[in-house]
């Protein structure tokens, strides 16, 4: 639980809520629809660690309607299955000390599995060229990172519960010139 949580515990600590995000986490106990309202609620901590301050909206406003926790208890099923199968996670809340330029400071991926660095989109929609850009980044900066995990991947992998669909791209098909330019030009190595 604590883990699933870190994020909204971090955005919580910067708005001074970290009394309502620990009273919240109690209140999550499964799939009942207390427990995902209060994990919805949650969420809206995000916004505060991820964007900042500013962009923080309190989350006593957050009322998520029988379709929301609904749609919510089906993506979380999709997910557990998902991990059952593509799993067991190596690592989560993925960073990439030692990999960060002066162009590319911070950012963090989902998580890894055995041989495939995955991350999560909820979206209507399939995978970006922006997702594909970051998914891509995250693994070359994992790969000059201090952490030895990245060097077992071999595939990079979209899961989107929102839509039950699972993208994978094996990382030998990726050519080497766009891998170039993206070290060079986009991470600044």
């Given amino acids: 639980m604590d883990e699933a949580f870190s ?20 209140e999550v106990k499964g799939l009942d ?19 900042g301050v500013a962009a923080y909206r309190p989350v006593e406003g ?5 379709a929301t926790i609904e749609n919510t208890k089906a993506m979380v099923e999709l997910a557990l299955k998902f991990f ?36 999560f989109k909820v979206s209507v929609k399939p995978p970006t060229k922006e997702h594909t850009l970051q998914i ?17 991947v071999r595939r990079l992998g979209f899961f989107n519960p929102r839509l039950g669909a699972i993208y994978t ?10 891998i170039e330019v993206v070290e060079a030009e986009v991470i600044g190595y």
């Fill in 7 to 26: 994020v909204p515990r971090l955005g919580a600590a910067n708005v001074g809520e970290t009394l309502l995000c620990e009273q919240l986490m109690r």
């Fill in 33 to 51: 629809d207390e427990s995902i309202a209060c994990a919805c609620m949650l969420a809206g901590f995000d916004s505060a660690f991820r964007a």
């Fill in 62 to 66: 957050i009322d998520p309607n029988t």
């Fill in 84 to 119: 059952r199968e593509y799993g067991p996670v190596i690592m989560s809340g993925l960073t990439f000390k030692g990999g960060y330029t002066p162009t590319v400071g911070s950012g963090e991926g989902d998580f890894l599995t055995a041989d495939t660095l995955w991350d």
């Fill in 136 to 152: 891509l980044m995250y693994w070359r900066m994992g790969l000059h990172s201090v952490h030895p995990e990245y060097e077992a």
């Fill in 169 to 178: 791209l094996p990382v030998d098909r990726i050519p080497a010139d766009v």
